[in-house]
């Protein structure tokens, strides 16, 4: 049980943007801020699960915090009285403000935070990175080098930094060359490497798991550099009763040009000026209950859309994790340059 009388890294005003609200939440233990008017008095509170859910429905990070906060939280009046309100509250992170008679801020009372259930992860390091040329002649895709270290390595230490204990890597072009790397690392997870005789694709991997894997596993394309919250992805997961969920990032596309709206007989009704559109697109990250992972067969090619399409025409749940933290898809030459320039905002530390 945890009291923490230090405030003011606790609050942020009503007026801060979600962006800055997130720099805050990654500077405190409780992964909370109370929002506060200009009195400092209480109005809402703002977790992550909150942000994302928000980011969901529109919310920018540029957006105020106030257009995505919990705007009845769970307070107390007094410490004893919050300790015993903690027992109601479930989730990755449970706490209760304590608030004085002007419902200002006095202290923090919180719980040891739940681990989430995330064990298991498949890196999914089979394909032939084809888009990056010459790169990948004599070198896979997820052994080239960035920050000075394999893909490979940037995404199990990230791994094993958030606690996950096994690792499963499925290879097939130059996967010997994986497979000797991975045993000479050093690596704190257990990693076993999975060959895929012939290409199965994104997702027909998932078919060479073990019968002994059970459990929802985090799936990975091996080809991403991110600094994603795997724990709060699976909280998200679990909380939503889905069978699966896919991490999404935001992608816009600036047109440059008016864009013209025309109605059914082709009659101009509008001009947009330069418009920008944003759209969530699949990141190259799952989460994965069994009823989803073990659709994959034995020997058949499978790309992670066409299970996904299946799960869901077996009324199976699916949804999306908005991922708000740095993420980049490592496709193409200019990609491995601008990870380089990026090394700060995503490399271990």
Known sequence: ?????????????????????????NATPHLVQVVVDGERRVVG?????DIRRGLVQGVGLDSPIRDCMHRKPIVAREVSAAIAMLDTIS????????LDARDRLVCMVSDSPETPGLHTAVIMAGGFGSRLGERTRATPKPMLSVGGKPILWH????????????VFVTVHYLGDQIRSYCAGAGFRAAIDVLTETQPMGT????SLLPRNVDGPILVLNGDILTRADYG????HHQTSGRDATVGAARYEIDV?????????HGDIVGI????????FIAAGLYVLEPSIYRLAQPAVRLDMPELLRSAVQQNKRVGLFPIHEYWLDVGRPDDLGRAELDVHQWHPK
Do not use: W
């Open 1 to 25: 049980m945890i009291v923490d009388n230090n405030i003011d890294p606790l609050t942020v005003a009503e007026t801060s943007t979600v962006r800055e609200t997130l720099a805050r939440l």
């Open 155 to 166: 995404l199990v230490r990230n791994l094993e930094e958030q606690g996950v204990q096994r």
């Open 232 to 235: 709060a992805m699976m909280v």
């Open 91 to 98: 989730g990755r992170h449970r706490c209760v403000p304590v």
């Open 272 to 279: 947009r000026e330069k418009p920008r559109y944003s759209n």
């Open 45 to 49: 509170i703002a977790t992550d699960g």
């Open 203 to 206: 997702a027909g991997g998932l």
């Open 256 to 264: 440059p040009f008016g864009v013209l709206d025309l109605d059914d």
